[in-house]
Structures are given as C-alpha cells and as structure tokens.
C-alpha cells in the first residue's frame, strides 16, 4: 500500500494508475486525513466483501426474515 497526499497523485497520475493496475493499493491524504483508495477493479469485490465481514449478525433466522418481508409486502383483497 502506497500513501500519497492529493497534490502528489494530481501530479503524477499517471505513475500511479500504472502501480494500480499492477495490483498495489493507493491511499490518498487531504490535509492529512485519509479521504480515498485507489485499487484496480479486479480488487474490488473482494475489498468490498471482506469489509463486510462480521456486519452481518450470524443469529439471523432466515426463515423468519423471509417471512417478515412477505409479510410486508402482502396484498389484500
């Protein structure tokens, strides 16, 4: 993982989209406060599922949630 202020990615863009798609991760800094990630599409999905890990309760009765949502969702006549 590459740490870069915005000022730095502006001017020299290039060099780091070329290190994205060579699988590194870029981490840009505004005032240095971290305000973005650059990572290549192929690494997208599995960014974004791995954070997602541990949010979900694992005592969901899927049953029970399914039926609530129907429930829901019932039209009457």
């Given amino acids: 993982m590459t740490t870069v202020t ?32 650059l990572i290549s599409k192929k690494q997208t999905v599995s960014f974004l599922s791995d954070s997602l890990v541990g949010v979900l309760s694992s005592d969901i009765d899927e049953k029970k949630a399914r039926a609530e949502r129907l429930a829901r969702h019932e039209y009457s006549d």
Avoid at 6 to 34: P, R, W, Y
């Fill in 6 to 37: 915005a000022t730095e990615l502006q001017n020299n863009f290039g060099k780091f989209l070329k290190m994205v798609q060579e699988g590194q991760e870029i981490v840009i800094l505004k005032n240095g406060s971290e305000v973005a990630r």
